[in-house]
Structure formats: structure tokens, C-alpha cells
């Protein structure tokens, strides 16, 4: 059982910039898939970043593509957001691999956090 605790979500000014943290609580392997999703009120989940652990390989969706990054360091994974956007306004959640049935750039997400909450106003 993998357990994900999501943090640094806040409001803030379009244009701004943002960064997210979760912790995770299990050994990861190298090459282990973690993720950042994100969905908005009235919208459907939204994968918008993962990262294999040990310095592997980095996938963005086009609407954060050089905007967001993600990584990763021993057991916590951030996303730096950057010229926030006020359509970037949702719950940010971290995701990580299992035995799952989401499949998002090969892997399969299956444990997620809680969520935390970023509001950017114009």
C-alpha cells in the first residue's frame, strides 16, 4: 500500500508561480511512475505530469508543457508551476504506480492523494 499527502496548494495571481509536494510512503524502486493530475469543478481528471524515479524520463500534458515541472527527490515528488493561468484553478493530486486500471504515458496509476487545492485569480 502506497500513501500519497499532497501540500502547497494556494491562492494566488495569475502569472504567479506555485510549488507542490507529496510525500510518498513506500519504497520506490527506480523507474517507478509518479504523477501529478488535476481536476477542475464540473471537469473530468486531468493527467498533466509524471516522472520515473531515479532520474528517468519527464511526460507534460500541452496545457502545462514549459509552464510545469515535475521531480522528484528520495520520497517526495513536487511540481513547480510557473505563469499560473486562472484556468489552471483545480485540486492537484499526486498519483503513483499500481495495480491500477488508469493508464497515463505506460504506466497505471493507482494510489492517490488527497489533493490540495490551488486557486489562481486574475
Known amino acids: 500500500q502506497v500513501h500519497l499527502a499532497e501540500s502547497g496548494g494556494d491562492s494566488v495571481q495569475a502569472g504567479g508561480s506555485l510549488k507542490l509536494s507529496c510525500e510518498v510512503s513506500a519504497f520506490m524502486p527506480n523507474n517507478y511512475c509518479l504523477g501529478w493530475f488535476r481536476q477542475a469543478p464540473g471537469k473530468e481528471r486531468e493527467a498533466i505530469a509524471s516522472?520515473?524515479?531515479?532520474?528517468?524520463a519527464t511526460y507534460y500534458s500541452d496545457t502545462v508543457k514549459g509552464r510545469f515541472t515535475v521531480s522528484q527527490v528520495k520520497n517526495t515528488l513536487y511540481l513547480q508551476m510557473s505563469s499560473l493561468k486562472p484556468g489552471d484553478t483545480a485540486m492537484y493530486y499526486c498519483?503513483?504506480?499500481?495495480?491500477?486500471?488508469?493508464?497515463?504515458?505506460?504506466?497505471?496509476?493507482?494510489?492517490w492523494g488527497q489533493g490540495t487545492q490551488v486557486t489562481v485569480s486574475s
Open positions: 498519483a503513483a504506480e499500481g495495480d491500477g486500471d488508469r493508464w497515463y504515458w505506460g504506466c497505471p496509476f493507482a494510489y
Open positions: 516522472i520515473r524515479t531515479g532520474g528517468g
